[in-house]
């Protein structure tokens, strides 16, 4: 899970940054209109966290640009925080495509709340539980399970647990469970995920469930009833 923060208040951003980054979300930061806007038009986000009052481009041209891009059919759920609490701003803001809207100040839970909502509304549609042979995933506490007791998995386990579910029987690569679990500009070494990988599966296989090594390309979960 990937998510734009586009706020030009360095303490709030670091903030907001390192409570997302440790609730298991990749993370990048925008720290005004013009790089927020190149970066939404560069890389897809799961979320888009987006400040009003932004230097250069505001808040309002992002979104609209945002929503005017791919022909209108972009869904890139939109968080908008700002300190103006006119309803006037509200009104646009929601007209404009945003899908949420937090005044500031805010208390750190509900944004994580508002940000859990909005990323399961546009990632798994109504479903909060991703369920996989004996394995289930509670997309909303981000916690997995088999035959209802509870599995005990790190921040990135989590994460690269959660991108395979999401493509089950599809090849996911290295570079993609890298790209979730780093922000922009850091990088976590395939020799890294190979290590998480090695972590999840032992762990995962006491529920009968194998992370099939695809060489040269990636990790697949196959569909249940597959066979390995
Ligand atoms: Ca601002």
């Not at 090849?171 to 395939?190: F, P, R």
């Amino acid at each position: 899970m990937r998510l734009l923060i586009a706020e030009d208040d360095p303490l709030l951003a670091d903030g907001l940054k390192r409570t997302l980054e440790a609730n298991g979300f990749a993370v990048d930061h925008a720290p005004d209109g013009n790089s927020a806007d190149h970066m939404a038009s560069s890389q897809t986000y799961d979320l888009i966290i987006l400040d009003l009052g932004l230097p250069g481009l505001d808040g309002f041209s992002v979104l609209k640009r945002l929503r005017r891009r791919a022909g209108g059919s972009s869904t890139t759920p939109v968080l908008v925080l700002t300190a103006r609490t006119g309803l006037d701003d509200r009104v646009k803001g929601l007209n404009l495509g945003a899908d949420d809207y937090l005044p500031k100040p805010f208390a750190l839970p509900e944004l994580e709340a508002r940000v859990r909502a909005l990323v399961r509304r546009g990632k798994f549609g109504a479903s909060p539980q991703l369920q996989h042979g004996r394995l289930r995933f509670d997309t909303i506490g981000r916690r997995a399970s088999v035959d209802d007791q509870p599995l005990e998995l790190s921040a990135r386990e989590v994460s690269m647990l959660e991108t395979l579910l999401l493509s089950v029987g599809r090849v996911v690569s290295k570079e993609q469970l890298a790209e979730q679990l780093t922000g922009w500009g850091e990088v976590v070494g395939t020799n890294a995920i190979e290590v998480y990988i090695h972590r999840l599966r032992k762990k995962l296989e006491t529920a009968g469930i194998s992370v099939r090594t695809v060489r040269g390309l990636g990790y697949l979960l196959e569909k249940p009833g597959s066979g390995s």
